[in-house]
């Protein structure tokens, strides 16, 4: 850490840090800390323990998101209470990002909202151009589903239709 990063987190002088260097710290760990980081790391396992770290961090950190949203509702803070929540959702996004795709079960991804869909949905009724009847059959059949999919996640978000 820095004089000045010591001198602000222990409210401690900047001469008393230099004196303290000067008579406590031994020559080989001034050495050390002169010379930098050690270079012979081994950087898998060095990503392994920070990020088990990390993830202990970060559920510490959320229970205490969640005791302050429990104090925000009990004093009727609204704006205190959104500030949190929109903490605790950064958390539990990194959270996620952090240990990957926790999905258990089927992912259900709707095809409807894919630029590829939209694509193959006009060049579909383009091609039935040539027979009005079937064009017609097909576009109803293709709202009907479409309409169903929106219904569906408006309704249920997360649920895994059936």
Same mark, same amino acid.
């Given at each position: 850490?820095?004089?000045?990063?010591?001198?602000?987190?222990?409210?401690?002088?900047?001469?008393?840090?230099?004196?303290?260097?000067?008579?406590?710290?031994?020559?080989?760990?001034?050495?050390?800390?002169?010379?930098?980081?050690?270079?012979?790391?081994?950087?898998?396992?060095?990503?392994?323990?920070?990020?088990?770290?990390?993830?202990?961090?970060?559920? *510490? @950190?959320?229970?205490?998101?969640? #005791?302050?949203?429990? !104090? $925000?509702?009990?004093?009727?803070?609204?704006?205190?209470? &959104?500030?949190?929540?929109?903490?605790?959702?950064?958390?539990?996004?990194?959270?996620?990002?952090?240990?990957?795709?926790?999905?258990?079960?089927?992912?259900?991804?709707?095809?409807?909202?894919?630029?590829?869909?939209?694509?193959?949905?006009?060049?579909?009724?383009? *091609? @039935?151009?040539?027979?009005?009847? #079937?064009?017609?059959? !097909? $576009?109803?059949?293709?709202?009907?589903?479409?309409?169903? &999919?929106?219904?569906?996640?408006?309704?249920?978000?997360?649920?895994?239709?059936?």
């Amino acid at each position: 850490m820095s004089v000045t990063a010591l001198h602000r987190r222990y409210k401690v002088s900047t001469d008393a840090i230099y004196r303290h260097q000067r008579a406590h710290l031994p020559p080989q760990l001034r050495a050390k800390l002169l010379a930098g980081p050690d270079t012979a790391i081994d950087i898998d396992r060095l990503k392994e323990t920070e990020s088990q770290s990390l993830l202990a961090n970060l559920i *510490a @950190l959320r229970h205490r998101l969640f #005791a302050s949203m429990d !104090v $925000a509702e009990e004093a009727g803070d609204s704006s205190m209470a &959104a500030r949190v929540a929109g903490q605790i959702h950064k958390n539990l996004e990194l959270t996620g990002r952090l240990l990957g795709d926790l999905a258990t079960g089927t992912t259900i991804t709707n095809v409807t909202v894919l630029p590829q869909y939209v694509h193959l949905r006009v060049e579909l009724v383009r *091609a @039935l151009a040539p027979f009005p009847e #079937a064009r017609q059959a !097909v $576009a109803a059949v293709l709202h009907t589903v479409e309409h169903d &999919a929106a219904e569906t996640m408006v309704r249920q978000p997360f649920a895994v239709p059936a």
